[in-house]
């Protein structure tokens, strides 16, 4: 089974101002991972990390849809010990702290792929790839590639 985890940038681009192509295709991106999920044909990994973030959403509309969507989480990571090390290393390496507490939870639950809008984290992770334990990419190439 593909465990997939998606930060909270992908589960918000569905949301997005649509009026953008890549913004558009993103978006149809993460919901075709999403109803595959739902489908039950891969795994979706969350965090506490990713419900914090979830409950931080300003926007009402957002934040009641994101938590909606959270009802299809297969496994959720604690941050313990080994996660919060993990991402202290990861934020050494330049990544923000939540990216860093969603790639350790990714890694530490051994999800096949973290995806991410984030073009910044994506940049990140590309650049330091082979210190990663994880593939971080964007949904878009990643659904081209497993559709």
Known sequence: MTKVYLDTCCLNRPF???TQE????????????LSR????????IGSE???DEIEQTP???????????????K????????EAKRAKDLQK????????????CAEGAKADVFLSTDDRLLKLAKRISKRLK??????LVWVEEMI
């Open 49 to 51: 990390v990713l419900m």
């Open 22 to 33: 890549r913004v558009r295709l993103e978006a149809e991106a993460v919901l075709a991972i």
């Open 93 to 104: 390496d330049g990544f923000q702290v939540f990216d860093a507490l969603h790639i350790a």
């Open 75 to 82: 496994q959720m990571v604690e941050i313990g010990e080994k």
């Open 37 to 44: 999920i739902e489908k039950g044909e891969w795994d979706w």
């Open 59 to 73: 926007d009402t509309q957002k934040l009641s849809r994101a938590r909606l969507l959270s009802g299809f989480i």
């Open 16 to 18: 997005d101002d649509q």
């Open 134 to 139: 994880i593939r971080v990419v964007n949904p």
